[in-house]
C-alpha cells in the first residue's frame, strides 16, 4: 500500500511538473510574440538566452498557493506583504536591458519572491540581493537555496547603499523606483554598467528606465515602456 | 406615539452620519473615490426598503412600533457588522485591470455597506407610512436628525479615530430603538435583543475587530513592512488621518528628482502619511546648510537660480521641505500655506526640533488655511509662488487621484497666482513626470490658457519647463524671459543633467540629451500646445490633455474612452500603468447601482398591483425618473463645486448635502400651500416649479464664481452660512416637483405610488454616479444645464401626459 502510495505522488508530481513545463512554454510563447512585436518598433527585444533562462526558472515555486493556478500567467501576482511577484514581460525585459554576461556580477535591490534573482541567476555569474522586508528575505533566501541557485546571495538590509564589499557591478537591478536614484548605487556601477528601475506602481509598471554609466562617468537615461506601441497623436 | 420623532431624529443622524464616515474611512482602507459610490449605495438602501415597505404596508401598519425599534436595532448592529466584514472582503482595487473577480469584491462591498442603511431607511419609511397624520412633524425631525448627523460626525472626528466615532454613530439607533420599544407590542423581546446588542458592545469583543484594514498597496502599509519600522504618531481630523513614520533600520530619503550628479545624500527624515497614502517628509534640519546641499540639486530648485532672494510663497506646505528649500535658496520671506491643522501643528511644534524650527523662522509665516481661499485674499504680492509636490509617486502613476477634484491646477488658480506675483516673479509648479506625457502636458496648456486669459499675446514666451526621470518643473511668468534668464536655467539643467522641456527660443536638438526617451516626447507636445494648432493637438492626443478649469477640476483625468481598447491590449506588454484605475472603478459602480437598483427597488415591485389607467404609466414613469436624474445631478454638482469654497471634499458633502435634504424636504413640506397660491391664479404649479428651478441654477452657474471669490477668505462658519443661504432657494423649489406630482398620481392612480418611489428611487441610485462621470467628461455647468433639460422634459410630460384626476 505504501508503495502504491509512493507510486502515486511521484506519478502525480510528473504529472504536475509536466503540466507546469506546458504552460510555461505558452507564457514563453507569448513573451516571444511581444519580443517580436518590440524588434519590428526598433525598441528592446528578447534574445534567446533570456527567453531560455525564463523558461527554466520555475515561476509556480516563487508564489503563493492561493495564486499558483495563475503562476505563468504574464501578469503581477500579490505574494503577501504588499509586494507582487513581477510581470513575467517586464522580468524578462529588465533582464535583456542590462545586456547580461556569463562573468557578469549584479546587484538586485528587492528580493521579493526571488523571482527576478533566479532569471538573473541562470544568466549570470553571480547576484548579490538585498531585501527591507524580513519575511520576504527569510523566505526567498530559503527558496532560492532550495531551488539549488547557489550564485545568489541574499541578505536582509538597506539597499540605499548597496553592497559595498562586493562592489562594483557589472549591472544593478532595482526591483521598485524610489523617489531619486540613490547616489551610492551609481558609485557602485562598473563604468560602462547597466542600472534597470520599473517606474509605476505595484500591478502598474509604467516604464523601464535604464541608466547607463559611460566609461568617463557620464550618467545617461533611457526610458523604455508601452509608449513605444502608442502613436500618441491620430485617430482614435 | 410621541417616542416616534426623537427615534426619527436619531436615526436620521445616525444614517447621514454614518453615510460620512464610511467615506472617511473608504479614504483611509482604499481611496477617496469611493465618496461616490457611498452616497449611491445609501440611497438604494433608501430606495430598496421603500420598495419593502410599500409591499407589506398593511402588515407592518399593525406592528408599527415593534418594526420600527427592530429596524433601528438591526440599523445599530449591522452598522458595526457590516463595517467589519466589509474589512475582510479582499478587495484590491489596483489590481482590477488583471483580475476580474475584484469586481465581485466591490460589488460585496457596495451590497455589504448598504445594508445598514436598508435598515435605516426602513424606520423613516415606517413613520411615514404608518403614521400619516404626523407626516410633516416627523419629516422635520428626520432633516434636523440629518443636519445634526453631519454636524456630529464632522465633530466627532475631530477628536475620535473613526473606529471610535463608529461606536458613537451605533448609540443613536440603539437609542431610538429603546424609545419606541417600549410602545411595542414584542417589548420584552426588543428589551432583550437590545440589552444583548449593548452587552456584547460592553464586553468589548466587537472593538477587538473594529482595527482599520488598510490596503497593503497603501505607501503607508508599505513603510510598516520595512524591518524596524514603526508609527510615532497618529492624528485624525474629517481632513485626513496623518500617519507618521520612522524607519530607524532603513531609512528613508526623499528627493523627488534629484539630479544623478549630485554628491549630497538628504538626511534622515520621517515620513508623512495622509490617509496611509501620499507620502511627503519631515527632513531633520540642525542649522547646518550642507546637510540639506541635495536641495540645490533637484528640479523644483529651478526658480531660485532666476531670482535673488525672492519673497516666496509656498502652496501646500505639508512637512516643510518645499519651506526648507526655499530658505536653503535663500529667500527674504517665506509664507507658508498648508490646509490640515494637524499637518501645521506637526512641524511646527510636536516634531519643530527634528524640522530645525523653520516655522519658528523671524522670515516665515505660517497660515493654515486652503491655498486658493489664502491667495484670493491676499493683498501681497511674491518673487515666487510655489507648488511643490503634494502626492506621492505611486498615486499619481497608478490613476488613483483621476477622479479627485484639484482647483490647485486650474486655469482660474494659475490666473490669481499670476495677479499676486511681482514684477519679475513667478509661479512654479513641480509634478511627477509620466510617460506617455500628461501631467506636463496638461500644465503647460492650463498655463497658456490662463496667460491668454490675462492678455498675453505670446505665452510661449512666458513659459520654461525641465524635467528629471520622473518630475517635471514648471515656471509661469507675467513678462518674457530674458536672454539672461534663458541662459541661466539651460546652465542649472545642464550641470545637473535636466533636460529642458521647453524654453523660449529652444531648438529640437536641445531636448532629449541627458534622459532619453524613444523621442522628444514631451518637447514635441510643449512645441504643438504652445503652437497655432494646441486645439488640434489636444484633440488627437491619446489622453486627455485639455487644460483644468473651475468648472471641470479634474486635472489628474487624463482617460479617453476612444484610447481604452489600446492601452487594455497593451497592459500585458507594460502598458498597465496607462490605464486609470480610478475611472474604471467609477463606471464598474455604475454598473452595479444599475443592476442593484434595478433587482432591488423596482423588480421586486412586479409583485405589486398595476391597475392604472391604459397608456399613462410610460409617462408617470418617465416623470420621477426624470425628476430622480435631474435632483441628484444639481445635487453632486453642487457638492463638487463647492470642495472649491469649503476647502474640502467631506466638508462640502455634509454641508451641502445636509443643506438639500434640510431646504428640499422644507420646499416639499410647502409644496400643497404653493400649489393651492399659484392655482388661485391660474398657474400650473409644476412647470412654475420646473421654471424657478431652471432660472435659479442658471443664476448660480453665474454668480457662485463670484460669490466664491468674493467669500473664499472667510470664516469656516460664515462659509457655512454662505453655503446654506446660497442652496435654500434652490433646494426649497427642488422639493416640490415630486410631491406634487405624487399628489397628482394619487387622485387617479393610487397604485402607482410605489412605482412613483421605486423609478425616483432607481434614478437617484445611478445618477449619483453617473452625475460624477459627465462632470469628469463634460464639466459640471453641462451636469446643471443637463438637469434642466430633465426637469423640463419631466413638466412636460406630467402637463400633457396623465389627467389631473381620475
Redesign the interface.
Same mark, same amino acid.
Given at each position: 500500500m505504501k508503495i502504491l502510495t509512493c507510486l502515486l505522488l511521484i506519478v502525480s508530481f510528473a504529472v504536475q511538473a509536466d503540466d507546469y513545463a506546458a504552460v510555461r512554454q505558452s507564457m514563453i510563447d507569448e513573451l516571444q510574440v511581444y519580443a517580436k512585436l518590440a524588434r519590428d518598433t526598433d525598441a528592446s527585444r528578447l534574445s534567446d538566452a533570456v527567453l531560455r533562462a525564463m523558461n527554466t526558472v520555475e515561476r509556480h515555486r516563487m508564489v503563493p498557493a492561493s495564486q499558483l493556478p495563475f503562476a505563468y500567467e504574464n501578469r503581477p501576482l500579490p505574494i503577501g506583504h504588499g509586494q507582487t511577484i513581477s510581470q513575467p514581460y517586464i522580468v524578462a525585459l529588465m533582464t535583456e536591458l542590462i545586456e547580461p554576461d556569463a562573468d557578469d556580477v549584479v546587484l538586485e535591490i528587492g528580493t521579493g519572491s526571488g523571482y527576478q534573482a533566479a532569471v538573473l541567476a541562470e544568466l549570470v555569474e553571480h547576484v548579490y540581493s538585498i531585501e527591507i522586508i524580513e519575511a520576504l528575505a527569510t523566505q526567498a533566501k530559503h527558496r532560492l537555496e532550495s531551488m539549488g541557485y547557489d550564485n545568489v546571495t541574499t541578505r536582509l538590509g538597506d539597499g540605499y547603499f548597496g553592497w559595498d564589499e562586493h562592489a562594483p557591478f557589472d549591472a544593478i537591478v532595482v526591483t521598485a523606483a524610489a523617489s531619486h536614484v540613490p547616489p551610492p548605487l551609481i558609485e557602485q556601477l562598473k563604468p560602462g554598467g547597466l542600472m534597470i528601475i520599473p517606474v509605476g506602481g505595484r500591478f502598474m509598471t509604467q516604464t523601464l528606465l535604464l541608466l547607463e554609466k559611460t566609461d568617463d562617468g557620464e550618467i545617461i537615461t533611457r526610458q523604455y515602456g508601452a509608449v513605444r506601441f502608442v502613436p500618441l497623436t491620430g485617430k482614435h | 406615539m410621541r417616542s416616534v420623532y426623537p427615534a426619527t431624529l436619531l436615526v436620521s443622524a445616525g444614517a447621514i452620519g454614518y453615510e460620512l464616515l464610511l467615506m472617511r474611512v473608504l479614504s483611509i482602507v482604499q481611496w477617496h473615490h469611493f465618496a461616490y459610490m457611498i452616497i449611491s449605495l445609501a440611497l438604494l438602501g433608501y430606495g430598496a426598503s421603500g420598495t419593502l415597505i410599500a409591499l407589506n404596508r398593511h402588515r407592518l401598519e399593525k406592528r408599527f412600533e415593534t418594526a420600527f425599534a427592530l429596524s433601528a436595532l438591526l440599523f445599530s448592529i449591522t452598522m458595526v457588522l457590516c463595517f467589519i466584514l466589509s474589512q475582510r472582503v479582499p478587495f484590491?482595487a489596483?489590481?482590477i485591470?488583471?483580475n476580474p473577480r475584484q469586481f465581485l469584491h466591490l460589488s460585496l462591498l457596495y451590497l455589504l455597506f448598504m445594508v445598514p442603511f436598508l435598515f435605516a431607511a426602513s424606520c423613516i419609511g415606517l413613520a411615514f407610512t404608518c403614521r400619516r397624520l404626523a407626516i410633516s412633524r416627523i419629516y422635520f425631525f428626520d432633516l434636523i436628525g440629518a443636519g445634526l448627523g453631519a454636524l456630529l460626525i464632522i465633530g466627532a472626528l475631530f477628536v475620535l479615530i473613526p473606529q471610535n466615532a463608529l461606536i458613537l454613530l451605533m448609540v443613536l439607533p440603539l437609542m431610538a430603538s429603546f424609545v419606541v420599544a417600549k410602545e411595542a407590542t414584542a417589548r420584552t423581546a426588543l428589551f432583550a435583543a437590545q440589552f444583548v446588542w449593548l452587552g456584547l458592545f460592553l464586553t468589548g469583543i466587537p472593538q477587538t475587530h473594529l482595527d482599520l484594514r488598510i490596503s497593503? +498597496?497603501?505607501g503607508l502599509?508599505?513603510s510598516l513592512?520595512?524591518?524596524d519600522s514603526r508609527v510615532l504618531h497618529e492624528s485624525s481630523s474629517p481632513l485626513g488621518l496623518i500617519s507618521i513614520v520612522e524607519s530607524p533600520?532603513?531609512?528613508v530619503?526623499?528627493?523627488?528628482?534629484?539630479s544623478?550628479?549630485?554628491?549630497?545624500?538628504p538626511p534622515e527624515q520621517l515620513q508623512v502619511f495622509t490617509d496611509a497614502d501620499g507620502m511627503s517628509a519631515i527632513t531633520r534640519f540642525g542649522g547646518d546648510p550642507l546637510s540639506i546641499a541635495y536641495l540645490g540639486d533637484v528640479t523644483a530648485a529651478l526658480p531660485y537660480a532666476l531670482l535673488d532672494a525672492p519673497r516666496v510663497l509656498v502652496l501646500g506646505a505639508g512637512g516643510g521641505n518645499d519651506v526648507l528649500l526655499a530658505l536653503y535658496h535663500g529667500a527674504i520671506a517665506v509664507d507658508a500655506v498648508e490646509l490640515n491643522p494637524q499637518m501645521s501643528e506637526l512641524v511646527a511644534d510636536t516634531y519643530a526640533e527634528f524640522a530645525g524650527h523653520i516655522y519658528a523662522d523671524e522670515r516665515v509665516r505660517l497660515f493654515t488655511r486652503e491655498a486658493r481661499g489664502f491667495v484670493a485674499q491676499s493683498p501681497d504680492a511674491y518673487g515666487l509662488i510655489h507648488i511643490g509636490l503634494l502626492d506621492s509617486?505611486? $498615486?499619481s502613476?497608478?490613476?488613483?487621484q483621476s477622479l479627485n477634484e484639484s482647483y490647485i491646477y486650474t486655469v482660474e488658480a494659475m490666473r490669481d497666482y499670476l495677479a499676486h506675483t511681482a514684477p519679475g516673479g513667478m509661479i512654479a509648479i513641480t509634478r511627477w513626470l509620466?510617460?506617455?506625457?500628461r501631467d506636463s502636458l496638461k500644465l503647460i496648456a492650463t498655463a497658456r490658457l490662463a496667460l491668454v486669459a490675462e492678455g498675453v499675446d505670446e505665452p510661449a514666451a512666458h513659459l520654461a519647463m525641465i524635467r528629471s526621470?520622473?518630475t517635471s518643473t514648471l515656471l509661469i511668468r507675467s513678462t518674457a524671459f530674458t536672454v539672461d534668464d534663458i541662459a541661466a536655467i539651460r546652465s542649472f539643467s545642464r550641470s545637473r543633467?535636466f533636460d529642458t522641456v521647453w524654453l523660449p527660443g529652444m531648438r529640437g536638438d536641445d531636448a532629449n540629451r541627458?534622459?532619453?526617451?524613444?523621442e522628444p516626447?514631451f518637447y514635441e507636445?510643449a512645441t504643438a500646445l504652445l503652437g497655432d494648432g494646441a486645439d488640434e +493637438?489636444m484633440a488627437?492626443?491619446?489622453f486627455h490633455i485639455e487644460p483644468a478649469s473651475d468648472n471641470r477640476p479634474y486635472y489628474f483625468h487624463f482617460f479617453?474612452w476612444?484610447?481604452l481598447p489600446?492601452?487594455f491590449a497593451?497592459?500585458?506588454?507594460?502598458? $498597465?500603468?496607462?490605464i486609470e484605475w480610478g475611472y474604471l472603478i467609477l463606471v464598474a459602480t455604475l454598473l452595479q447601482a444599475a443592476i442593484a437598483g434595478l433587482f432591488l427597488i423596482l423588480l421586486p415591485l412586479l409583485s405589486a398591483r398595476r391597475d392604472w389607467p391604459r397608456g399613462t404609466g410610460a409617462r408617470m414613469g418617465g416623470y420621477f425618473l426624470l425628476l430622480g436624474f435631474a435632483f441628484l445631478f444639481i445635487e453632486m454638482a453642487f457638492i463638487q463645486k463647492f470642495i472649491l469654497f469649503l476647502s474640502h471634499p467631506l466638508y462640502s458633502i455634509a454641508v451641502v448635502l445636509s443643506s438639500f435634504l434640510v431646504f428640499a424636504g422644507v420646499g416639499s413640506a410647502w409644496s400643497d400651500t404653493a400649489a393651492a397660491l399659484l392655482k388661485a391664479r391660474g398657474h400650473e404649479p409644476i412647470p412654475i416649479a420646473a421654471s424657478c428651478i431652471a432660472v435659479l441654477a442658471v443664476v448660480y452657474v453665474i454668480i457662485l464664481p463670484i460669490a466664491f471669490d468674493r467669500f473664499i477668505g472667510s470664516s469656516d462658519i460664515l462659509k457655512i452660512v454662505i453655503t446654506n443661504v446660497l442652496i435654500a432657494p434652490l433646494a426649497f423649489t427642488m422639493g416640490m416637483p415630486f410631491p406634487l406630482g405624487l399628489k397628482r398620481v394619487a387622485a387617479f392612480a393610487p397604485h402607482f405610488i410605489p412605482w412613483a418611489w421605486g423609478i425616483n428611487g432607481f434614478a437617484s441610485v445611478v445618477s449619483a454616479v453617473l452625475a460624477t462621470l459627465l462632470a469628469i467628461q463634460f464639466g459640471f455647468n453641462a451636469v446643471i444645464v443637463l438637469a434642466l433639460v430633465l426637469y423640463g422634459t419631466a413638466a412636460l410630460l406630467i402637463s400633457r401626459g396623465f389627467p389631473a384626476r381620475a
Open positions: - | 484590491n489596483l489590481e485591470v488583471w497593503e +498597496y497603501k502599509s508599505q513592512e520595512v524591518v533600520t532603513v531609512p530619503r526623499h528627493a523627488p528628482g534629484l544623478f550628479n549630485t554628491r549630497h545624500i509617486f505611486g $498615486a502613476g497608478a490613476g488613483v509620466k510617460l506617455p506625457p526621470w520622473n543633467s541627458f534622459n532619453r526617451l524613444v516626447y507636445g +493637438y488627437s492626443y491619446k479617453k476612444t484610447t489600446e492601452v497593451l497592459r500585458r506588454m507594460g502598458g $498597465a500603468g496607462l
